[in-house]
């Protein structure tokens, strides 16, 4: 059999020549992967970073507001200070009564808590064991005279009037700890702190967390201080209102300026939450006769100021009223103008809202540090690849120079470099 020397010459040439240009091409592909990712990656890190500087402007926005709002609160507080003073003087004077009212009951967890306030002042919002407490329930809201003091308390009952109420799930723990087998720890948590100024905490004690409760989801009344809800009025099935509904109960509590302002990490205020849970649509009529008149469009309960009570659709409390012994103190009623509410409203709303931005602001760096990070390790992983990858470049280079009297491996390769190139800037 005669061979051809030329031919076999030929053979082994191309052979060579297209190994490496395989490697070659390889080696370019894998570089071009490499470098979309990186370029992926810069395009996140520029937008994280777009985002960090649109929330920090919304911030600065907020931070020029805010300040504005507290120059005038400032203002209006210089100029009306003789009558916050004599209104807070009169509440406090009904506040220490529901206070005295609930120190009678000395070994329960609200009597223990109140002892707290009284001997540590200011501070004890700062102990561990009561920073998390908003207050007993008794103390967070008023009503405009006795007769609702008592109808509301007895409606509620003893138990849930000297209950707790605290902002987080966290503040509950607090409370109350226990040991490996499950028991309560009676050296911590509230019975540590009874047991150390005397009070033995007898029995069960009811905590309602804020953050755990369902709020009212709809509107509120236009241009009221107090954020009372928009509820709809009941109607009878001849489309008439009742004759006798006054409200709801809900709406007949009044919030104080300090818990007005308190709002929950979603932007809900304690009506919507701690009043809403505690009396729903709860309806208030003048008489037992009106109430009773109203019986097929009450859903959540009603009460009468002459005693007349229904705890629930179809569930009735009949018989003589019953006194709590803790009961909701009376608003000496509010002198402060609409205008100061409404700025005390606006200045927390933005608080809020600067507390969010500041949030959103620490998530965005925390994703923009990982994916600088990864872009990192992108970008060493892309300068060792070439380095690695260089011998087959050279060895790409040497094939095109053996094939230089070939016009077809010369035509591929200007192909190749017009549009299989690669351009890096780091």
Same mark, same amino acid.
């Given at each position: ?46 937008? @994280? ?8 402007? !919304? ?10 709002? !507290? ?9 009306? &200070? ?6 807070? @003087? ?89 040991? &490996? ?44 201080? !107090? ?25 007949? &509590? ?28 709860? !309806? ?85 540090? @990982? ?56």
């Amino acid at each position: 059999m005669h061979v051809d020397p030329n031919n076999s010459f030929g053979t082994a040439r191309d052979e060579i020549q297209n190994g490496g240009l395989s490697r070659a091409e390889s080696a370019i592909n894998n570089s071009q992967k490499l470098q979309d990712e990186i370029q992926a990656l810069g395009f996140k890190i520029k937008q @994280h970073e777009d985002n960090i500087k649109y929330l920090k402007t !919304q911030k600065h926005s907020l931070d020029g507001s805010i300040l504005d709002l !507290q120059v005038i609160l400032g203002k209006y507080c210089s100029s009306s &200070i003789p009558t916050i003073e004599n209104e807070a @003087h009169s509440n406090s004077r009904s506040e220490n009564e529901t206070v005295e009212q609930i120190l009678k009951h000395e070994k329960s967890a609200a009597a223990i808590l109140c002892q707290l306030k009284i001997r540590h002042g200011s501070q004890a919002s700062h102990l561990m064991l009561a920073k998390d407490v908003l207050g007993i329930v008794a103390t967070l809201g008023k009503v405009d005279d006795e007769n609702l003091s008592r109808l509301f308390s007895e409606y509620l009952g003893l138990e849930t009037m000297m209950a707790i109420v605290c902002k987080t799930y966290e503040g509950v723990k607090t409370l109350e700890t226990y040991d &490996i087998d499950g028991g309560i720890n009676n050296h911590s948590g509230i019975q540590g702190l009874g047991s150390s100024i005397g009070r033995h905490l007898d029995g069960r004690f009811r905590i309602i967390c804020i953050e755990h409760l369902r709020p009212y989801a709809g509107d509120f009344v236009a241009d009221d201080p !107090q954020r009372r809800l928009d509820l709809l009025k009941p109607r009878l099935p001849n489309g008439e209102h009742p004759p006798g509904f006054l409200g709801f109960a809900v709406n007949m &509590i009044n919030v104080d300026c300090a818990n007005l302002l308190y709002l929950t990490s979603t932007g809900c205020g304690l009506r919507e939450t701690l009043f809403y849970n505690l009396f729903s649509r709860l !309806q208030v009529y003048g008489t037992r006769a009106e109430m009773l008149g109203a019986l097929p469009c009450i859903t959540d309960g009603a009460l009468s100021l002459d005693g007349g009570m229904i705890k629930t659709a179809g569930v009735f409390s009949l018989g003589n009223r019953e006194d709590v012994e803790v009961s909701f103190p009376k608003s000496s009623g509010s002198s402060l103008a609409v205008e100061y509410f409404e700025t005390e409203k606006k200045l927390a709303e933005m608080n809020w809202k600067r507390e969010k931005i500041e949030e959103d602001i620490q998530r965005e760096q925390s994703l923009l540090n @990982h994916v600088n990070y990864t872009f990192r390790i992108k970008k060493q992983a892309f300068i060792k690849y070439l380095a690695d990858s260089s011998p087959y470049g050279n060895q790409a280079t040497n094939s095109r120079r053996a094939g230089e009297s070939d016009p077809k491996i010369i035509s591929g390769w200007r192909n190749r470099g017009n549009g299989g190139g690669y351009r890096s800037s780091f």
